[in-house]
T-cell receptor
Framework: KQEVTQIPAALSVPEGENLVLNCSFTDSAIYNLQWFRQDPGKGLTSLLLIQSSQREQTSGRLNASLDKSSGRSTLYIAASQPGDSATYLCAVPYGNNRLAFGKGNQVVVIP | DAGVTQSPTHLIKTRGQQVTLRCSPKSGHDTVSWYQQALGQGPQFIFQYYEEEERQRGNFPDRFSGHQFPNYSSELNVNALLLGDSALYLC??????????FGSGTQLSVL
């Protein structure tokens, strides 16, 4: 069974600082890893999807890295803004295209 | 092109009642998955439908059942509601085993 852990569970940073969010998974036989953003009580917005053949993926101020052998992924958010305040979820597929999620990193960016 | 749409957005029920949640997949998608997200937790896989059949199921009791219609839309039914069923229910669609797209969810409160 795939277990996904996200550390830290919650963090607050002043505006302008870089954010580093960590995700670990127990079964390294994955074919991709996805990072999502979730605002309170809302659905999931896909931020980045990294294929197992890639080591990183970038979109604007977001960069995600993947190290399959060590079972880790890191999401970097550069120059954080108050609008980045949200919960960030890491997910990996298992079985037949179903996702195992971590509990999320709850981020507050202080103006 | 509409994305994944879910209805209703919010629902309040009492213990013992039954509830039906609805999902319309993104255009061109034929596979629908349902997830339950309790407060402060990551989403948990309930089941997945393809070609009007339940293809795989997570660790949820038989009180949770579903259906997929010929137009690929889907329903999630929960019988004999418990307080612990209070959660955000998320629907995701995909074209076969491709990337999942999530709806905005239905917030269910059981009193």
């Amino acid at each position: 069974k795939q277990e996904v852990t996200q550390i830290p569970a919650a963090l607050s940073v002043p505006e302008g600082e870089n954010l580093v969010l960590n995700c670990s998974f127990t079964d390294s036989a994955i074919y991709n890893l996805q990072w999502f953003r979730q605002d309170p009580g809302k659905g999931l917005t896909s931020l980045l999807l990294i294929q197992s053949s890639q080591r990183e993926q970038t979109s604007g101020r977001l960069n995600a890295s993947l190290d399959k052998s060590s079972g880790r992924s890191t999401l970097y958010i550069a120059a954080s803004q108050p609008g980045d305040s949200a919960t960030y979820l890491c997910a990996v597929p298992y079985g037949n295209n179903r996702l195992a999620f971590g509990k999320g990193n709850q981020v507050v960016v202080i103006p | 092109d509409a994305g994944v749409t879910q209805s209703p957005t919010h629902l309040i029920k009492t213990r013992g009642q039954q509830v039906t949640l609805r999902c319309s997949p993104k255009s061109g998608h034929d596979t629908v998955s349902w997830y339950q997200q309790a407060l402060g937790q990551g989403p948990q896989f309930i089941f997945q439908y393809y070609e009007e059949e339940e293809r795989q199921r997570g660790n949820f009791p038989d009180r949770f059942s579903g259906h997929q219609f010929p137009n690929y839309s889907s329903e999630l039914n929960v019988n004999a509601l418990l307080l612990g069923d209070s959660a955000l229910y998320l629907c995701a669609s995909s074209a076969g085993q491709t990337k999942l797209f999530f709806g905005s969810g239905t917030q269910l409160s059981v009193l």
